[in-house]
């Protein structure tokens, strides 16, 4: 049991993979929580777990982050209560296929969930920060939306490019007022999230997938650096290096071949 109170930390898609993993470890570290996402019951057998084991307090909130109407009732909440130690804004997901022939409430929705929702929740959050003259605000992108990375989800990669741009300019904007504006961006990570994507993932070689926790761990310690934009793991940050110096005609026929490879 950890007795260092920190604050309150909100976490976004706290029911699964990357999400679930900054809930164990912030919660490790002693702080509060506030767990947000649509799976009510696994949000509760978390809480009390965590609770449980670690001695802190945990809220849970059942939100669907693509209702905008929810997700500004949660903004409100945040900006009435006591200013949040920390905020990570990571719910997400992934949708394949062609943007043309696809669901375009769909697509709208992740744009919810990744942008509307984050901007949202920043917003309410910081008054209460900048008051406090502390804070952090750790947003979940992905390595895709610091690429340029043709095809794929174009959905996906703009909505997580527009959180790299975001957060970029949100750092700029808090620079000397104590908060740390954090812009994750993993490569491959083992969670449900390719599975809920209907993505076969069996041909992408087993050193380029991380573990949730190796993730949050590489954050959090980038977080103390103050690394604004950060990509975890040694691998994806030559990639990203690589990436920059290889023309946009061979990254359009690599990109071409991971899809078809993960084609199911
Ligand atoms: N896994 C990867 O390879 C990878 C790589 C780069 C970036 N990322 C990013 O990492 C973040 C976390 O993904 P993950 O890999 O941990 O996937 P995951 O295991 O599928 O978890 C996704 C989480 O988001 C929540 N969520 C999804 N839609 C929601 C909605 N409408 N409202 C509220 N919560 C919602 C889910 O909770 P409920 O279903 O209970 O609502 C779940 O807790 C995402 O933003 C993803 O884009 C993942």
Not at 137 to 159: C, D, E, F, Q, R
Not at 221 to 235: E, Q, S
């Amino acid at each position: 049991m950890n007795q260092e109170k920190r604050g309150v930390a909100l976490v976004t898609g706290a029911t699964s993979g990357i999400g679930e993993a900054y809930a164990r470890r912030l919660a490790a570290e002693g702080y509060d929580l506030m767990l947000v996402a649509r799976r009510g019951e696994l949000l509760e057998s978390l809480a009390q777990e965590l609770a449980e084991k670690q001695g802190i307090s945990v809220d849970t909130i059942v939100v669907d982050l693509a209702s905008e109407d929810e997700i500004k009732k949660l903004a409100s909440k945040v900006r009435e209560m006591e200013p949040l130690s920390m905020l990570v804004n990571n719910a997400g997901f992934a949708l394949r296929g062609k943007f043309a022939k696809s669901d375009i409430d769909r697509q709208v929705d992740m744009i919810m969930v990744h942008d509307v929702a984050s901007v949202r929740l920043t917003h309410a959050a910081l008054p209460g920060m900048i008051a406090a003259g502390r804070g952090a605000i750790i947003n979940v992108a992905s390595i895709v939306g610091l690429l340029a990375w043709p095809g794929g989800s174009k959905t996906y990669g703009g909505s997580k490019a527009f959180l790299v741009n975001f957060s970029d300019g949100l750092q700029q904007e808090v620079a000397g007022k104590g908060i740390k504006v954090q812009v994750l961006c993993p490569g491959f990570v083992r969670t449900a999230f390719h599975e809920n994507m209907g993505e076969k993932m069996s041909s992408i070689p087993g050193f380029l997938w991380m573990r949730p926790e190796m993730v949050v761990d590489a954050s959090l310690k980038a977080l103390k650096r103050k690394k604004t934009i950060f990509v975890p793991g040694k691998r994806y940050r030559l990639i990203v290096f690589v990436s920059r110096l290889i023309p946009g005609s061979l990254m359009r026929v690599i990109s071409k071949m991971v899809r078809k490879s993960t084609r199911k």
